[in-house]
């Protein structure tokens, strides 16, 4: 079992910055491949950026260059760094874990979810 907890959330302007971190507990193996989904009112949840164990990183489209996301291992914990918000990335943001070597982009793929954190970017 893994349990992640997400921080970080909050209102910012567009064009501000704000910082998600996801706190994971229980079996690391279960955790090699971490991801941010997020998900917009009447919209599908869909994938921000995942990170595997060994620090390769992936990024749809919509957030690259303006979106960071990292992991510290020995804390467990992996972060989205987020600049140059803007309104369209307003959603919850949730964070999920999956054992194994492959990213998916696919939500159902992922084992272990967290509660959600809001982002709200005003323009």
């Known amino acids: 079992q893994v349990q992640l907890v997400e921080s970080g959330g909050g209102l910012v302007q567009a064009g501000g910055s704000l910082r998600l971190s996801c706190a994971a507990s229980?079996?690391?193996?279960?955790?090699?491949?971490m991801a941010w989904f997020r998900q917009a009112p009447g919209k599908e949840r869909e994938i921000v950026a995942g990170?595997?164990?060994?620090?390769?990183?992936y990024y749809a489209d919509s957030v690259k260059g303006r979106f960071t996301i990292s992991r510290d291992n020995a804390k467990n914990t992996v972060y989205l760094q987020m600049n140059s918000l803007k309104p369209e990335d307003t959603a919850v943001y949730y964070c999920a874990a999956r054992g194994g070597i492959y990213y998916s982009t696919t939500p159902s793929a992922y084992d272990y979810w967290g509660q959600g954190t809001q982002v709200t970017v005003s323009s």
């Open positions: 990170i595997r164990w060994s620090d390769t990183t």
């Open positions: 229980g079996r690391t193996s279960s955790s090699a491949v």
